[in-house]
DNA sequence: ACACCTCGCTTGCCTCAAGAAAGTGATCTG
DNA sequence: CAGATCACTTTCTTGAGGCAAGCGAGGTGT
């Protein structure tokens, strides 16, 4: 008797994708991974989420296909990188509906303000989350910026397996 | 210290999403009610939840402005619906990713088939989550159809407040 | 050489939700 | 009046979430 029900084998897709994305945590790990982050450290700042719980979700993405585990040689010691994989960064759609979404019907926290979702391709902003309103193109990650104004500064996303975050 | 993290008052759109749709079953849910389900025990049966946790779902789902109450006198006795609200019909374009990714990205179980988003208002299937890739106009949950082959019917959707389901 | 730090995990503890099954009460049916 | 249906509510066990601490490998400072 499971805690968690196997979503695994239903017909409906939805179902289907529900049973990798039915975690919030996972979900907020791979807008992170698409905005480039990368180690552990990283993540762990960046959500507020704790060792034990960000440990167990990042092994269960690299065995559910959505992030690959690279090695990696920044600084001589061996650490190693969580990196999108094609599945992963076709997540973009998803994320950005949710985005999308709550800029409609969530209320903005004090200081908040409108997130733009910008297609650096065409430099204009989409209303749609897959395709882009206004040039018409399909939207990849690497393509896209999301312009948080809060930051001060236009994060540009990274596309599946690519490095130079 | 809550067991589940608050993320109503983050600034990020994504995390205020999550922090009403972080939830499986609430999304399935959704998913129910724009296929036209209304009642308890219609929830109930298509998806095997437990009593305990679909009541306490629902309940959430009308404090949450998804789902709206709606008495019904359908046979004499009182019983009540819950119709989505516009809030909750505009959750189509975060299902139909969903369901995109997951035909691209997850395995297909013994007897399913590929589902087919049928734009009903042009008759064409959409590879788009939230704009027709077929006639260009928005799409609207009473105007969609998700062809379920598996089920040998289309199934028309429905939108806000629609009681003639 | 030795203390100390950082990073990526793991372990232990406590609380609270998930899920299964049974109970409840109001209303209808035979 | 016995039984069924519906929408919950209650009880119980299991297990995940969050916090804090520990740990081990590979740095750095003096």
Redesign the interface.
Known sequence: MPLR?D??????????????????WV??LM?DALHGRRRFEEFKESL?ISDAVLSRRLTGLVAS?LLEQQPFEGDGRARHVYVPTA?GA??L???Q??????????EL?D??AH?ALIHETCGRETT????C?ACGEPLRAEEMSWD?P??AERVRLSGATTLEA
């Open positions: 029900s979503w695994s084998e239903l017909m409906c897709p939805v179902g289907r994708a529900l049973d990798v994305l039915g975690d919030p979900v907020l807008r507020g296909g599945a076709d997540l759609p998803i994320l509906s949710l985005a999308i979404w709550a800029e409609k019907h969530t926290p200081g908040g997130m749609s989350a897959d395709t309103s948080k809060w930051k």
